[in-house]
């Protein structure tokens, strides 16, 4: 078990790095600010790694996750890279995951420029949001398959003839 306690972190005010054991610290800051830090050396080099702020997170989370990273230094795993690689893991999935409705609203605002007028664009969100999102408004673009396409077109074309037309020539 560690040398700090929740009492004992609670009241800490001395400004530097305490201890808790197993390359696991708490830092004190001037403004009396406390967060977990975790140093290590990989490849020969120092490091120090931010594993969050006290109290939101606890001793005991931190004394898990200070386990989770020796793990990975044991491993041969640099714990600050293997983060780096996590965070852009998760953001290229919400890249991914973008709907319909958001592309098509910025495809409307980028192209608003190039119509004659405002009532163009204004024919393109009706319309969008008369046959396309109801059907794919919500759906990840990724995932958008031919059937939903036809799916949107098809009343268009038995009962908008105007509508498919224009779509026919576009």
Same mark, same amino acid.
């Given at each position: 078990?560690?040398?700090?306690?929740?009492?004992?972190?609670? =009241? *800490?005010?001395?400004?530097? %790095?305490?201890? #808790?054991? #197993?390359?696991?610290?708490?830092?004190?800051?001037?403004? +009396?600010?406390?967060? @977990?830090? !975790?140093? &290590?050396? &990989?490849?020969?080099?120092?490091? /120090?790694?931010?594993?969050?702020? %006290? $109290?939101?997170?606890? *001793? /005991?989370?931190?004394?898990?996750?200070?386990?989770? *990273?020796?793990?990975?230094?044991?491993?041969?795993?640099? $714990?600050?890279?293997?983060?780096?690689?996590?965070?852009?893991?998760?953001?290229?999935?919400?890249? +991914?995951?973008?709907? &319909?409705? &958001?592309?098509?609203?910025? !495809?409307?605002?980028?192209?608003? =420029?190039? @119509?004659? +007028?405002?009532?163009?664009?204004?024919?393109?969100?009706?319309?969008? /949001?008369? %046959?396309?999102? $109801?059907?794919?408004?919500?759906? $990840?673009?990724? #995932?958008?398959?031919?059937? =939903?396409? *036809?799916?949107?077109?098809?009343?268009?074309?038995?009962?908008?003839?105007?509508?498919?037309?224009?779509?026919? =020539?576009?």
């Amino acid at each position: 078990m560690g040398s700090l306690s929740a009492k004992k972190i609670e =009241h *800490l005010k001395k400004v530097g %790095y305490h201890s #808790d054991g #197993d390359n696991l610290y708490l830092q004190v800051t001037s403004s +009396n600010a406390k967060s @977990w830090i !975790f140093r &290590f050396s &990989f490849d020969g080099k120092r490091r /120090e790694m931010g594993i969050g702020p %006290y $109290p939101e997170i606890t *001793l /005991e989370k931190a004394r898990d996750d200070a386990m989770e *990273l020796r793990r990975l230094v044991k491993a041969g795993i640099d $714990p600050i890279e293997q983060r780096k690689t996590d965070q852009a893991a998760k953001r290229a999935e919400c890249d +991914n995951t973008v709907n &319909f409705a &958001f592309c098509a609203e910025r !495809f409307i605002e980028a192209k608003r =420029h190039e @119509w004659k +007028n405002a009532k163009h664009a204004q024919q393109w969100t009706n319309t969008l /949001e008369q %046959y396309a999102y $109801p059907v794919i408004g919500m759906m $990840p673009v990724k #995932d958008i398959e031919t059937a =939903h396409i *036809l799916r949107i077109l098809e009343p268009a074309w038995t009962t908008k003839t105007e509508t498919a037309s224009e779509c026919d =020539h576009a």
